[in-house]
C-alpha cells in the first residue's frame, strides 16, 4: 500500500512540474527587411512557424508556442507612437513570440 501511494505521489510531482513550464514572450521588431519574414511572423502564417521557432532555440528555449502581431497599444510604456520609430506617418510593427523550455 506504501508502494502505491508513493507512486501515485511521484507521478503527481511530475505532472505539476510539467504543468509549471517556463515561458517567456518575447517582443520583437518586425523590421522589414525584403524577405517576407516580417510578414510571416506578423500575420501568423505557418510559414513563421520555422522562423518563430528556431528563434525560441537561440535563446536556450525548446519551442515556440505561438507568434502574432502585437499592436503598440498592448505593449506597457516602452514603445513610442511616434518620433524615432516612425518614419513619413509608418511606425514600426512589432511580434511577440511566445517560447517554452
Not at 36 to 54: F, N, P, R, S
Not at 61 to 79: H, N
Amino acid at each position: 500500500m506504501r508502494s502505491l501511494l508513493a507512486l501515485i505521489s511521484c507521478a503527481s510531482i511530475l505532472a505539476a512540474s510539467s504543468a509549471f513550464a517556463e515561458t517567456r514572450v518575447f517582443i520583437i521588431a518586425n523590421q522589414a527587411e525584403g524577405y517576407g519574414v516580417d510578414q510571416c511572423l506578423a500575420k501568423g502564417e505557418k510559414c513563421g512557424a520555422q522562423i518563430a521557432h528556431t528563434y525560441c532555440q537561440s535563446r536556450q528555449f525548446a519551442q515556440a508556442s505561438s507568434y502574432r502581431r502585437v499592436d503598440p497599444d498592448e505593449i506597457t510604456g516602452s514603445v513610442p507612437k511616434s518620433g524615432a520609430n516612425c518614419s513619413h506617418g509608418h511606425c514600426d510593427e512589432y511580434v511577440a513570440i511566445t517560447c517554452q523550455r
